[in-house]
């Protein structure tokens, strides 16, 4: 007998990427093979590791790249050939996510399933648009409702049943049926002055709520615009959105923000801007890449660092060479800001020297100023190949003994995208990561985005390349955040 894998029909969740599960995340880690559906955002799929074989087979309504029978096929196909299988899924994938379906095919065909819920969107997007779907002053029941048939088919509802029922009703997949559903629940009997919402893009910095009423709901969304994903809403606790909402209150909410850092230390940045509540793309215009080089460490007084990636590079050197922090015991650590001390941190090594302003020019000046580092010592800069000089040019003229090693390189890493328009701000945390994006857009449009940059070097590379740059206070990703927060309050 062929022994096959395991098929995980896994809930992505709504949309916010804090609300997939702790197994979610730990299976889309460890997973041989994604087949992911289109709902699931980049934040998600950022989680899946380089390398690691994933399958698209994004649709939506009346638009099937890869048809449910072909998914399927696939799905077989795969735990044929490997030993554990992610299917990812929007929401849950038993609430209208046709896992039923899909778990029933890999039954019949003997493949081993597990089923792993998600957070459903039905409850997710009114709870973010401030609308609890039950509540003892309105009712005492939810129903949940698809207004998407089999097939593209028009569902078959029956109105009446749902208002004796008087508990709140969601309808998903239901934008293009707004008017028959409103329609159907008028002629049913229901009050046509009855509260109704609909939520876009539920639970993401994209959403957008609108309130009304059962026979308004019709003319907002062709007023409005709005597109699906979104479900509907239609009972008395929509009447409460104008109170409890609270995602627009979020100070960055409605703020749209491009993250060009290299992806594996983009993500903390960009949480903490979606925490804020801005809408947040990653495109990352270059990676860091270690290179072969020697420690030196013999005779050594100091070690500086002068960038996280610096750190993770001379480390990994280290344990290749079978040492540890310990071979650091007798040498002085310094570190250019915060973020690079905590990395050292992360390693046992606690900085012993971090300037009060955080860029290379500054780390030196203090250094040297304050009788840290003496004439005469023995330092070695750990950094990337291509960096400033002035470092460089102010130990040297204090009479520092310094080695200039570089650890890691920077390589340009962005293909011009389709579409960058309608961002409010990008962030440069790098002039490297100016040049990655100048070279792969060629665009003067692009120009027009204001640049929220770490630090003067970076922002005279911004200004170069053509941009209006807004410099942070300091030379970190949190001062970044700050300067951000400060300029788009003042918009």
């Not at 606790?237 to 109170?243: D, E, F, R, Y």
Request: aromatic share 6%; charged share 20%; hydrophobic share 40%.
């Amino acid at each position: 007998m062929t022994k096959r894998g395991t098929v995980y029909l896994v809930g992505a969740g709504p949309g916010d990427p804090g609300l997939i599960t702790v197994r979610a995340k730990r299976l889309i880690e460890n997973a041989d093979v994604i087949v992911y559906d289109r709902l699931i955002g980049d934040e998600i799929l950022s989680m899946i590791p380089d390398g690691m074989k994933r399958i698209d087979v994004g649709k939506d309504a009346g638009n099937h790249p890869v048809p449910q029978g072909e998914i399927g096929e696939i799905l077989l196909r795969e735990a044929a050939e490997h030993k554990t299988i992610v299917r990812l899924k929007g929401g849950d994938p038993f609430v209208f996510g046709r896992g039923g379906e899909e778990a029933e095919l890999l039954f019949d065909n003997g493949v081993p399933f597990e089923i792993v819920p998600g957070v459903t969107s039905s409850i997710a997007a009114p709870a973010y648009a401030g609308i609890p779907v039950t509540h003892r002053d309105f009712t005492s029941s939810l129903h949940i409702i698809t207004g998407h048939g089999k097939n593209d088919t028009e569902v078959s509802i029956d109105y009446g049943a749902l208002i004796r029922f008087g508990g709140t009703l969601v309808f998903m997949m239901s934008v293009a049926t707004a008017p028959a559903i409103a329609s159907g629940l008028i002629t049913a009997g229901m009050d046509e002055n009855t509260p109704a919402a609909i939520i876009e893009n539920g639970t993401t910095a994209k959403q957008r709520n609108f309130t009304g009423t059962i026979k308004e709901l019709p003319d907002i969304i062709r007023r409005e615009g709005v597109k699906s994903p979104a479900v509907i809403v239609v009972g008395g606790v929509c009447a409460l959105a104008q109170k409890l909402s609270w995602l627009s209150h979020r100070p960055l909410h409605g703020c749209r923000v491009l993250v060009t850092r290299p992806r594996d230390v983009a993500r903390s940045f960009g949480e903490s801007l979606r925490e804020l509540g801005a809408d947040v793309t990653y495109y990352p215009c270059i990676e860091t890449q270690p290179l072969k080089f020697s420690l030196q460490l013999d005779g050594l007084d100091w070690a500086i660092f002068t960038s996280a990636a610096g750190v993770n590079a001379f480390f990994a050197c280290l344990e290749n060479a079978g040492y540890d922090a310990r071979k650091l015991a007798n040498i002085s650590v310094a570190a250019v800001g915060d973020r690079t001390a905590a990395a050292l941190k992360k390693y046992g090594i606690c900085a012993d020297f971090v300037p009060k302003i955080f860029d290379g020019k500054h780390l030196g000046a203090e250094l040297t100023a304050a009788g840290h580092i003496k004439s005469g010592q023995n330092a070695a800069l750990y950094r990337a190949n291509i960096g400033g000089e002035d470092i460089v040019e102010i130990l040297r003229e204090a009479g520092v003994n310094l080695l200039d090693i570089p650890v890691y390189e920077t390589v340009l890493t962005a293909t011009e995208p389709d579409n960058l328009a309608g961002y409010d701000y990008i962030t440069f945390t790098s002039a490297s990561a100016v040049d990655g994006f100048a070279k792969a857009n060629k665009r003067d449009g692009y120009l027009k985005i204001p640049a929220i940059c770490i630090g003067e070097q970076t922002a005279v590379a911004a200004s170069a390349a053509g941009f209006e740059t807004i410099v942070a206070d300091k030379a970190d990703t949190g001062a970044m955040i700050e300067k951000l927060l400060e300029v788009w309050t003042c918009k």
